[in-house]
């Protein structure tokens, strides 16, 4: 089976591949770049807070609306336009650091803005890649498990170090290395092959389409468990986080090397997960391998918790790494093969900006609990919410609703295709296979 989808992938995917991962080394590059930039500006704790949820906010402002004009426009400009407005803006933070007139405001704009072009090139790109390989489940999870690879390997190993040394040779290095990257996406994104562009939902104002969007996602249990399981790991993982560090420190005795080497062990758990996801998928099913990598994920956690030493943290957190990486390869990909082309964007936002939203009540969380209590009850509290999760969507993302709504994609696609008076029954399966759609 392995060796027909590696037939199957055109040479655009190639293309695409390349311009994410030339990306997502820039992205890591100025990831590890802006905080360092901001610190030499200032050392208030909340000038530097507000340069980090900068990037965050687009997401929350303009997640759903973000999502229904992605699927307005044509998808591959999108991509394309939003790389070559962040090359450009880079510009700008690099001459002003040249100058030494950078500021922590123009930071904060620059990160804001920088998440906004993210917020239309991941959406578009989610939603151009079955335009581009078709819906077939183990097409896009090898596609998917190869561009998540990528990703954590360009932005997770290379790109953080590159930028700290690129730093060093100059304040406007690292800014300019990442405009670079984002030109390079945009020349190769605009050479991929062009998709057909969804039917416009005729009369409908953008606020409407946009509330249609989730609308969809929480009327579809399998969707709407898809959904949450980012947004209520974003809870437990950023409550982890906020504390990670002062637990290493304090109950590890890990000191700066040493939790870069944690963090490290984590993102190479993440590359293993990417790169088993579609054996997990079709050995247990895509619903089962779901529900195992979330219990993965929770007991890890409550691993990392319990560790008596910094060996046992660092596998616990290369464990929870794989089940997040193979988590992040499935559900997209069968998003992807159920979700109508014309909703694809407005879903893929929804799903983001729930997880997005739900990442500050994390480090509130975290903060709270280890203030309150002690450094190892955040830890224990995220391996709760992440088990409890777990046994909440197992039913909604089962193996037997999963086959059952990629049952009704293929029937009405193929309804589509030809025409024929078969939609009504197709459309009928789907709401039998999906309880809550009406």
């Known amino acids: 089976m392995t060796s027909d989808v590696k037939e199957m992938l055109p040479s655009g995917f190639g293309r695409l591949w390349t311009a994410q991962t030339v990306s997502s080394l820039g992205d890591g ?47 591959r400009r999108t991509m394309w336009v939003a790389d070559a407005a ?60 190869r561009l998540r690879g990528a990703q954590t390997a360009a932005s997770g190993f290379a790109g953080p170090p590159l930028g700290s040394a690129l730093l060093a040779l100059g304040r406007a290095v690292p800014l300019l290395a990442d405009a670079v990257s984002f030109a390079l996406s945009a020349l190769l994104v605009r050479s991929l092959p062009a998709a057909p562009r969804p039917l416009p939902e005729a009369r409908e104002s953008l606020l409407r389409q946009a509330r249609a969007g989730a609308s969809y996602v929480f ?16 809870v437990a993982f950023l409550a982890v986080e906020t504390v990670l560090a002062l637990f290493a420190h304090d109950r590890l005795g890990i000191h700066t090397f040493g939790f870069g080497l944690l963090l ?8 293993l997960g990417a790169g088993i996801a579609s054996f997990l998928g079709r050995r247990l099913g895509t619903g089962t391998a779901l529900t195992c990598t979330a219990a993965v994920e929770g007991l890890a ?9 910094p ?32 909703l694809m964007g407005r879903v893929a936002s929804t799903s983001r900006m729930l997880a997005m939203c739900a990442a500050p009540f994390g ?61 009504r029954e197709s459309e009928d399966l789907a709401r039998e296979a999906v309880p809550g759609l009406s």
Do not use: K
């Open 29 to 75: 590059v100025t990831h590890a770049a802006l905080p360092l930039l901001a610190l030499t500006l200032t050392r208030n704790p909340m000038a530097l807070a507000v340069v980090a949820a900068a990037g965050t906010l687009p997401w929350l402002l303009f997640g759903v609306l973000g999502g229904a004009l992605v699927d307005r426009w044509d998808r």
């Open 86 to 145: 962040r090359a450009v803006l880079l510009v700008l933070p690099a001459v002003a650091a040249a100058l030494d007139v950078l500021s922590i405001p123009l930071l904060a704009a620059v990160a804001f803005l920088l998440g906004l072009g993210g917020l239309f090139f991941d959406t578009a790109a989610t939603a151009y890649l079955p335009d581009l390989l078709g819906r077939t489940p183990a097409l896009l999870e090898r596609a998917n498990s």
């Open 219 to 234: 009327r579809d249990r399998l969707l709407l468990g898809l959904a949450l399981r980012p947004a209520v790991g974003n």
């Open 264 to 271: 490290t062990a984590e993102a190479a758990g993440g590359l």
């Open 301 to 309: 956690v409550l691993g990392l918790a319990a560790a008596p030493n």
């Open 311 to 342: 060996y046992v943290a660092g596998l616990a957190l290369a464990v929870c790494g794989a089940g997040m990486g193979a988590t992040m390869v499935l559900a997209p990909s069968l998003r992807q093969a159920i979700v109508p082309a014309h």
């Open 363 to 423: 480090a509130f969380l975290g903060g709270w609990l280890a203030t309150t209590y002690d450094i190892r009850t955040p830890l224990y509290a995220a391996a709760g919410l992440l088990l409890t999760m777990t046994a909440v969507t197992a039913t909604m993302t089962s193996n037997r609703r999963v086959e059952a709504a990629l049952r009704g994609a293929a029937s009405d696609a193929s309804d589509a295709s030809v025409g024929g008076p078969g939609h």
